[in-house]
C-alpha cells in the first residue's frame, strides 16, 4: 500500500508535510480532505486519525497525526538530506527549538488573523470589534519578532546556513495571515529576505503551488456555503472572539 497522506492545502500544517514531501521525492498519495466541509468527522477518517485533525498519515497498517510528527518520521524513513533534520546536536536543538515554540506563539497568532480578518466577516457574517483585531495584531507582531531577532538572528536560516523543518514550519505560518490580505513583510526587510531564501530553497514553483489556495482565499471564500459552517460557528466565535 502506497503512503497515504491527508491534507487540506488551507491549513499550514498540511502544507509544511505537502511541501517536504514533494522536495524530497517521497511518494504519497494525495487525500484530500475539506475541513470547511467537516470531512475530518466522517467516519471513514476516524479509522485514521481519531484525534480529527489533518494532516494525518497511513502508511500500511500504520497511521500517524501531527505534523511535527509526521515531518520527522518521513525525514527519518527516506533518509532526507541531513540539513532538515540535522544529525548535529546543537543545530538539531535549534530545529528543535523552534517547532517547539511556535505552537503556541505564531500558529495561534497568525490562524487568529487569519480568521478575525478573512473567515469570521466573510463566511460567518459576524463583524469583528476592532479592539479583537488590535490585540490579535499585536501578538502578531511579537511572535514575527520573536523570529527575527530570536530564532533568525544573523543567520540564513533558523538552524544555520541551510534550510531546515523549522524554516518549513515557520514560512507556512507566516504566510497564513498574508492570505487574508495581510502583508507581514511590509517593513521587515530581514524577514522578507528569510522568506526569500526560504522560497528558493524549497523552488518556487512548488513554494506557490502549496500556497496557492490560500493565497486564492479572499476570493475563494466567497464562494463558500457559510451554512455549512452554523456547526462550527459558536465554537470558533468562542476560540476567537
Known sequence: MALE???????????SVYIFARKNNIP????????????QYGEEFGRISLIRKVPA????????AESIAILQYLAEKYKTPDHWYPANLQQRA?????????HSAIRLHGSKMFWLRLLIPKILGVEVPQ??????????NASLKLI???FLQDRSFIAGDHVSLADLVAIVEVMQPV????????????????????????????????HQKILAAQESVKEMDGSKMEFFKPKILRLFL
Open 5 to 15: 497522506l491527508y491534507l487540506d492545502l488551507f491549513s499550514q500544517p498540511c502544507r
Open 94 to 102: 535549534c530545529v528543535n527549538e523552534y517547532l517547539s515554540w511556535q
Open 179 to 210: 492570505g487574508s490580505g495581510l502583508d507581514v513583510f511590509e517593513g521587515r526587510p530581514k524577514l522578507s529576505a528569510w522568506r526569500d531564501r526560504v522560497q528558493e530553497a524549497i523552488g518556487k514553483e512548488l513554494f506557490d503551488d502549496a
Open 28 to 39: 504519497f498519495e494525495f487525500k484530500q480532505l475539506s475541513l470547511m466541509d467537516g470531512e
Open 148 to 150: 527575527e531577532e530570536k
Open 131 to 140: 479592539d479583537k483585531l488590535d490585540a490579535a495584531m499585536e501578538d502578531l
Open 57 to 64: 498519515l497511513r502508511d500500511g497498517g500504520f497511521c500517524l
